[in-house]
């Protein structure tokens, strides 16, 4: 199609350019080179890849920025040879492809796929600010499943956004997913309910194998493999929600998992742990965890 013709040679430029940076020395990369690059990937119609292109901008000014900016331009130039060898892809792989390079799906689409029902817990949630568009991700957990989902929603800024979803709750509902390699945004098809607390029990729910109360957890290292099945299936995905048990939060790195350095304050995590195992929901990211929520002895749940 025209479409494909214009992102083929949108990304073979992308190609060229990362190549040309490589080549001339990370020192050199300016703010007014990615812009430029961003806009033409747009006129593209691959605006996927201007997305990330643009926000390049912000891991100029992160400690450690060239490591990161590598890494950055190694997915990209990913992205692009995936793009032109999409033909002898796995159908899901090149699906993914053409998501991450911007081609759209419709809502109508991802509620014809087949729907998962389940006992969710809500894990928890944050905001972002994108252009003029506030974007709300919410984490969701399958209990019988274990299978993670995001879901987004959006509305222009100072605008209300959905807050039907609500930290430390479980509900049963049924859940499409978008399609690609390794499934994670979905759409909350039909909800029926919230699945009401055990007895005694706080709004959480369970109590985890650790001993502490939240939904069911696994190792560190269990969500390591986890993380690295996603990453093998999808290399562009840039978080996965995990619900961690039996863990403790510790000042040093030595044999843990990193916190994100932009993950807020530690010290709710460390007062409700009291040097004890507990049950953390967070979201994995390249550049370290970022904590949701914990439960307290009581079933609480306690938004980090």
């Not at 080549?23 to 605006?47: F, N, T, Y």
């Not at 100029?60 to 033909?87: D, K």
């Not at 993380?227 to 929600?241: F, I, K, Q, R």
Request: proline residues 9%.
């Amino acid at each position: 199609t025209v479409r494909h013709g214009r992102v083929a040679s949108g990304l073979a430029e992308l190609e060229r350019w990362l190549a040309d940076q490589v080549r001339q020395g990370l020192a050199g990369a300016a703010e007014h080179d990615w812009e430029g690059l961003a806009k033409r990937l747009v006129d593209a119609q691959a605006p996927g890849a201007a997305g990330t292109v643009s926000r390049l901008i912000r891991v100029r000014s992160e400690e450690g920025w060239p490591g990161r900016l590598l890494e950055e331009y190694a997915l990209l130039n990913l992205l692009a040879v995936a793009y032109r060898r999409r033909a002898g892809l796995p159908a899901a792989l090149a699906r993914t492809v053409l998501i991450r390079a911007g081609f759209p799906v419709t809502r109508e689409e991802v509620l014809a796929q087949p729907a998962v029902r389940d006992h969710w817990d809500v894990l928890g949630g944050r905001d972002e600010v994108q252009d003029r568009l506030t974007a709300r991700k919410v984490w969701l957990r399958g209990r019988a499943t274990q299978r993670p989902a995001l879901i987004l929603s959006f509305a222009p800024q100072g605008q209300p956004l959905d807050s039907s979803l609500v930290t430390g709750t479980t509900i049963e509902a049924d859940l499409t997913y978008y399609p690609g390699a390794a499934p994670l945004r979905a759409l909350v098809a039909a909800r029926h309910g919230t699945v009401p607390p055990p007895p005694g029990r706080g709004p959480s729910g369970a109590r985890g194998s650790s001993g502490s109360c939240g939904p069911p957890g696994v190792s560190p290292e269990e969500a390591l493999d986890e993380v690295a099945a996603a990453l093998a299936d999808d290399p562009w995905t840039e978080s996965w929600p995990l619900v961690l048990s039996g863990v403790v939060p510790e000042r040093t790195g030595l044999g843990g998992l990193p916190l994100h350095v932009r993950a807020r304050d530690p010290w709710r995590l460390i007062a409700v742990s009291g040097g004890r195992p507990l049950t953390v929901a967070v979201e994995w990211t390249p550049q370290g965890l970022r904590p949701l929520t914990t439960w307290d002895d009581d079933g609480r749940a306690v938004i980090l």
